[in-house]
């Protein structure tokens, strides 16, 4: 849209003034003229008020950050299990023939083979649960420490579903990883310990 400039306004009012001033004819009052320029001198200057283009606000152009959120640490047990002289503890006050002090000394069930590989470039401690197993309903834990790439064969377990926990015992890097499976048949199964996951293979 076209601008109208101080000036134009200036020249429009001049020439309403002259032009009504020239011949004023008999019944119009010089005043009510007068108010007619000064109003159309005003409508052009609002229309043209108006036709200025205002400012639109421009969106922010700052990306938002994103918040990581914390990591979750699994939880590892506390509680450490003697290895020697394995032995079969009563149950707990609880009622629950698995706790966290009984030793896994399985006398019933069909025997296999385990292996725990440690992969990883530091050592590690394992800690290792089987589950109460329908037909020997044997259960209790183990826990094993285990140098870098060092692993251990053991020959006097039985069939049932393992789980295993495995963390950096020197501390440094920190991390802890655990794992699980179920093992149906005498043949050596695996349960190789990374710093993400302890991986459990078939024979």
Not at 12 to 23: D, R
């Amino acid at each position: 849209m076209k601008r109208f400039s101080t000036l134009t306004v200036i020249v429009a009012i001049a020439m309403i003034v002259s032009a009504c001033g020239a011949e004023p004819p008999p019944t119009t009052n010089p005043a009510d003229v007068q108010g007619t320029a000064q109003a159309a001198a005003l409508t052009i200057v609002a229309q043209t008020q108006a036709a200025i283009p205002t400012q639109t606000p421009l969106p922010p152009t700052e990306t938002a950050t994103q918040v990581i959120p914390p990591t979750i640490t699994q939880l590892v047990p506390t509680q450490s299990v003697a290895l020697a002289s394995p032995t079969t503890a009563a149950p707990t006050s609880s009622g629950d023939p698995c706790g966290l002090t009984k030793v896994l000394a399985p006398k019933y069930g069909k025997e296999t083979i385990i292996r725990i590989w440690n992969n990883t470039k530091t050592p590690v401690t394992v800690s290792m649960f089987l589950n109460p197993t329908e037909g020997h309903q044997e259960c209790g834990y183990r826990q094993y420490n285990l140098a870098k790439n060092a692993d251990v064969v053991i020959t006097d377990l039985v069939y049932g579903c393992y789980n295993l926990w495995a963390w950096n015992s020197s501390g440094k890097p920190n991390f802890n990883s655990s794992g699980y499976g179920c093992v149906n048949n005498p043949d050596k199964w695996t349960f190789e310990v990374n710093t993400a996951v302890v991986k459990f293979t078939g024979p």
